[in-house]
């Protein structure tokens, strides 16, 4: 196994965060149909990139170099690799990253249907997992652990308590990302989806924050374990004051042409702050069910 | 070369790619058949010399919100020509506001039968220009298949994009030398917002009516009605904003080859989507569906 493949892996899940930036600048610009073709732009594949035309050809140049880095990935982890599992993974990424640019052209020749834009925008999120997890498994320290912890009957389980917190991140990234889709400028505020928003935002902070002190205060000394539960508290707090920045930026400036800078920045800044969370989550929920031991304690019924 | 199971993930992606391009092939612009096509017994009855005039001003009541400096610099070429370009959302000159959409919505001809009974045959095609990024007219009406012909007089992409409820979704690209397009709407609705999605900045409102019974204001706030049967109608003031935007409604009588009057007035915090420094709440929330908005 060659430091290069993790590298190369890495570098995928750097640009599939950097292409999830690019999408959210699609949304917040409000530019998903700058042009009504696909896959080529005003019927160019290089087009003048003016107005919103550069936010969408952008997305879509970007996108394309991130496929073709998959791809180069997929290929890489057959030659060098020996798990089977890392080897389809690397092929689950490829599968992720093609219905990905599909569902994108899909979305804009059906001018932008909320469902499928939402699909879009989650499974952007599930690819990212993917690309982060084939960092973590092609990583040195997953292949050679140089530590490893029990558990025994201490109150609940860390590895059940990081699950949660994950899926409550994805099904807080899902609300987000139609609550994205959905809005309009002549939009009154707050609407139903913005009040769930916040309610998932609440739901995490509980879980993911019960998730990273047990970690700190169970095994504080470990730091494979501590460095993502305090990065993840830290991510955790600021996302929730870029999620009420973008809410103040939205909605304090009602007669001003939109979308105006300031609410572009902070909206994107959300997105890619819930990206970078999500994905610290990934490698905590990892790390965790890799070094952490549970000792089943076998209890036997004494004769009468 | 491959394993089974990287066969079948091939052969997946294979698939999901044809039936994508399957669903995209055949786009483009589509004019739905059906719709509010006049048919045999709801064809207006024929002029009988004595139509009216309902004419009337519309005027803005306290302060109207001022408009705004549109930052044009994502595109030079709408710098250059329109260098000082404004929102139009209340376009208030003198306590009289433009772009107020006035029509018949409701009401009985000669007594006889409703308005909305009868389609009246569609009149010839009205132009929709985009010229130095922003669209004129900013609000206009037509009657349900009447041609609408979008010309770009700017020299750079513009993508006219309408986005009613009622009548199917359209959006097109149009680069500058490009020839006219032509859409039409089969539907009533009042009314369709229509957008740029390459200049966001850029809106227009475009009314779908059966009948030719609408005028838009002038930048005196002053609106004619012209043709209008005798008979007892409801007339509607639209104006844009305020989430789906705001009416004003009035009955007012035509007599044979008679002149009615309506004056509306907008105005007051009501109709208001709140104030720059306050956070607008809604009084009823609902929950979105999962559909196009």
Known sequence: MSRGVHRFAVLVACATFFLIIAGANVTSHDAGLATSDWPLSNGQFFPKMVGNLFWEHGHRMVATAVGILTIALAIYLQFSERRSWVKRLGWVALFGVIAQGLLGGLTVKMNLPLAVSSAHATLAQLFFLTTVSLAVFTSRSWMSPTSSVSEAGEGVSIRALCVVALAAILVQLVLGATLRHSATWDQWLPTGLLLAHVGGAIVVTLILGASALTVLSRHRHEKYLARPAMAALALLAMQLSLGLAAYITRAASPYDPQPLNPMIAVTVAHVAGGALLFATTIILTLRVFRVVRVDRQEYVLAPA | ?293
């Not at chain 2, 400096?69 to 003198?94: F, G, R, Y």
């Not at chain 2, 004129?136 to 349900?144: A, L």
């Not at chain 2, 900045?201 to 005196?220: I, N, R, T």
């Not at chain 2, 789906?244 to 915090?269: I, L, Y």
């Open chain 2, 1 to 293: 070369m491959f394993s089974k199971r990287a066969r079948l993930w091939l052969g997946l992606i294979m698939a999901i790619s044809l039936l994508s391009l399957a669903s995209s092939c055949g786009g483009g612009p589509k004019v739905e058949d059906g719709g509010e096509t006049p048919a045999a017994g709801n064809t207006p009855p024929p002029s009988k010399g004595d139509e009216g005039t309902i004419t009337g001003k519309v005027s803005y009541t306290g302060t109207a919100p001022e408009a705004k400096k549109i930052d044009t610099s994502a595109d030079a070429a709408c710098t250059s020509k329109s260098p000082n370009l404004t929102t139009e959302e209340w376009a208030v000159k003198d306590g009289k506001v433009a772009n107020t959409f006035v029509y018949i919505k409701d009401g009985t001809i000669d007594g006889a039968k409703k308005v909305g009974d009868y389609v009246w045959p569609a009149p010839a095609a009205v132009t929709l220009d985009q010229d130095g990024c922003h669209y004129k007219p900013h609000v206009m009406g037509v009657v349900v298949k009447q041609d609408i012909t979008i010309k770009n007089s700017d020299p750079t992409t513009h993508n006219i994009h309408f986005t009613p409820k009622n009548n199917p979704d359209w959006n097109q690209s149009q680069p500058n030398g490009a020839p006219t397009l032509t859409h039409k709407l089969n539907v009533a609705e009042v009314l369709v917002p229509v957008k740029c999605n390459q200049h966001p900045w850029m809106k227009a409102y475009v009314a779908v009516l059966k009948h030719p019974f609408f005028a838009v204001s002038a930048e005196d706030g002053s609106f004619t009605i012209k043709n209008v049967p005798p008979g007892k109608y409801t007339v509607v003031a639209w104006h844009e904003g305020a989430g789906s935007g705001t009416e004003k409604t009035m009955e007012v009588t035509v007599a044979a080859k008679g002149a009615a009057t309506a004056d509306f007035a907008f105005g007051g915090t009501a109709e208001l989507r709140g104030q720059p420094s306050s956070m607008p709440v809604v009084s009823a929330i609902e929950f979105p569906m999962v559909i196009k908005h």
